[in-house]
C-alpha cells in the first residue's frame, strides 16, 4: 500500500500593518488634550505654593534673615527659636508616631470584629463609631481637656495622641473594615482550619493582604497629627512641649506683631518635607488601598 504524502503549504506572508491613520491619532490627540490640561492646571495649583515657600525661604528679602544674597539664614532662625527646631520635630514625631501607632491597633481590631465576626448591635456600633464624624472638632476640645486633667494626661504629647486618634478612628475604623470585607473568607477560615487562632489568622493572613488598607490609614493618621493645629493650642500648654505646627505659628508674632516671613516659610517647608516623602513613597499602596474599598463598596 502506498502512502502519499501531501506537500507542506507554504506559509502565509506576513502582511505589513498599516500604520495608524493620521486623522485617528489627531482625534484621540483631541480627546486626551482636555484631560491634560486639566491635570497639569491642578498639578500647577497644588504644587506651586510649596516650590514659592522653597524659594522663598532661601530667597533675600527685607525684614528676615536672610538679607544679602540667598542663603539659609531664615532656617538658622527657626533653628535656635525658644526650644531648638530638633526639640519642635522631635514633638511632632513622637506625637505623629504614637497617633499613628494607637490609631491602627484600634482600627486594625475593630474593622476585623466588623468584618468577621457577628455579634448583637454590630452594626449599631459601627454606626455609633461612624457618628464620631458628625461632631464638630472644636466643640470636644473642651471636655477632652478636662477628662484628660482629671487622669493626669493633661498637657502631655500622649494624652495628645490620645485625643487626635479619637477623630481618626471613624475614617480608620470603616477603611479597615471594607479592607477585610474585600478579603475572601476562604482565606482566614482555612487558616482556622488548620489550627490557627483568630488573632493569628488575623496576624499571618488578613494583615498581608490588606497592606495597602493599612498604609492608606497610617498615613491618613500620621498627616492628621503632623499638621493639627487647634488641638496642640488647646491641650499643650508648655512651649518645650509643643509640635512644629504651633512653634511656626508662635514664630509669626514673636516681636511686636512683625511677621518674619522668612523664617515663616522655611518653617513651611520643614513641616511639608516629610509629607510630601511619605506620599511619594506610599503612593502605589495609597492609591490600592482606596480602589480597593471602592471596588468593595
Same mark, same amino acid.
Given at each position: 500500500?502506498?502512502?502519499?504524502?501531501? *506537500?507542506?503549504?507554504?506559509?502565509? *506572508?506576513?502582511?505589513? #500593518?498599516?500604520?495608524?491613520?493620521?486623522?485617528?491619532? =489627531?482625534?484621540?490627540?483631541a480627546?486626551?488634550?482636555?484631560y491634560?490640561?486639566?491635570?497639569?492646571?491642578?498639578a500647577?495649583?497644588?504644587?506651586?505654593?510649596?516650590?514659592?515657600?522653597g524659594?522663598?525661604?532661601?530667597?533675600?528679602?527685607?525684614?528676615?534673615?536672610?538679607?544679602?544674597?540667598?542663603?539659609?539664614?531664615?532656617?538658622?532662625?527657626?533653628?535656635?527659636?525658644?526650644?531648638? =527646631? *530638633?526639640q519642635?520635630?522631635?514633638?511632632?514625631? =513622637?506625637?505623629?508616631?504614637? /497617633?499613628?501607632?494607637?490609631?491602627?491597633?484600634?482600627?486594625?481590631?475593630?474593622?476585623?470584629?466588623?468584618? +468577621?465576626?457577628?455579634?448583637?448591635? #454590630?452594626?449599631?456600633?459601627?454606626?455609633?463609631?461612624?457618628?464620631?464624624?458628625?461632631?464638630?472638632?472644636?466643640?470636644?476640645?473642651? *471636655?477632652?481637656?478636662?477628662?484628660?486633667?482629671?487622669?493626669?494626661?493633661q498637657? /502631655?504629647?500622649?494624652? =495628645?495622641?490620645?485625643?487626635?486618634?479619637?477623630?481618626?478612628?471613624? !475614617?480608620?475604623? !470603616?477603611?479597615? $473594615?471594607?479592607?477585610?470585607d474585600?478579603?475572601?473568607?476562604?482565606?482566614?477560615?482555612?487558616?482556622?482550619?488548620?489550627? &490557627?487562632?483568630?488573632? +493569628?489568622?488575623? $496576624?499571618?493572613?488578613?494583615?498581608?493582604?490588606?497592606?495597602?488598607?493599612?498604609?492608606?490609614?497610617?498615613?491618613?493618621?500620621?498627616?492628621?497629627?503632623?499638621?493639627?493645629?487647634?488641638?496642640?493650642?488647646?491641650?499643650?500648654?508648655?512651649?518645650?512641649?509643643?509640635?512644629?505646627?504651633? @512653634?511656626?505659628?508662635?514664630l509669626?508674632?514673636?516681636?511686636m506683631?512683625?511677621?518674619?516671613?522668612?523664617? /515663616?516659610?522655611?518653617?513651611v517647608?520643614?513641616? @511639608?518635607?516629610? &509629607?510630601?516623602?511619605? !506620599?511619594?513613597?506610599?503612593? +502605589?499602596?495609597?492609591? #490600592?488601598?482606596?480602589?480597593?474599598?471602592?471596588?468593595?463598596g
Open positions: 500500500m502506498t502512502t502519499t504524502t501531501l *506537500p507542506a503549504s507554504p506559509p502565509r *506572508p506576513q502582511v505589513p #500593518r498599516r500604520p495608524r491613520a493620521p486623522r485617528a491619532r =489627531l482625534v484621540g490627540i480627546l486626551r488634550t482636555p491634560w490640561v486639566l491635570t497639569g492646571a491642578l500647577v495649583v497644588f504644587v506651586f505654593p510649596l516650590i514659592w515657600a524659594v522663598a525661604s532661601v530667597a533675600p528679602q527685607p525684614g528676615s534673615s536672610q538679607v544679602d544674597g540667598w542663603g539659609l539664614g531664615n532656617y538658622a532662625t527657626l533653628m535656635e527659636y525658644q526650644a531648638g =527646631l *530638633p519642635y520635630l522631635l514633638n511632632s514625631t =513622637l506625637l505623629s508616631g504614637m /497617633t499613628v501607632l494607637f490609631t491602627l491597633v484600634a482600627s486594625v481590631l475593630g474593622g476585623y470584629a466588623f468584618s +468577621r465576626f457577628k455579634f448583637p448591635g #454590630r452594626d449599631v456600633l459601627f454606626l455609633l463609631t461612624l457618628a464620631i464624624l458628625m461632631v464638630p472638632y472644636a466643640t470636644l476640645l473642651i *471636655p477632652l481637656y478636662v477628662m484628660l486633667n482629671a487622669i493626669g494626661l498637657n /502631655t504629647l500622649v494624652g =495628645l495622641s490620645l485625643v487626635l486618634t479619637v477623630f481618626q478612628l471613624p !475614617f480608620a475604623t !470603616f477603611m479597615m $473594615r471594607i479592607s477585610f474585600a478579603v475572601p473568607r476562604e482565606l482566614d477560615e482555612a487558616a482556622l482550619v488548620d489550627g &490557627c487562632s483568630s488573632f +493569628r489568622a488575623l $496576624r499571618t493572613v488578613l494583615l498581608p493582604a490588606v497592606k495597602p488598607g493599612v498604609i492608606t490609614v497610617g498615613l491618613f493618621a500620621f498627616l492628621a497629627a503632623w499638621n493639627d493645629f487647634v488641638a496642640p493650642l488647646i491641650l499643650i500648654s508648655d512651649s518645650t512641649k509643643i509640635p512644629l505646627p504651633l @512653634a511656626v505659628a508662635n509669626r508674632a514673636q516681636v506683631g512683625i511677621v518674619d516671613y522668612g523664617a /515663616t516659610e522655611a518653617g517647608v520643614v513641616m @511639608a518635607l516629610p &509629607c510630601v516623602v511619605l !506620599f511619594l513613597l506610599l503612593q +502605589r499602596h495609597y492609591v #490600592r488601598g482606596f480602589m480597593s474599598g471602592a471596588l468593595k
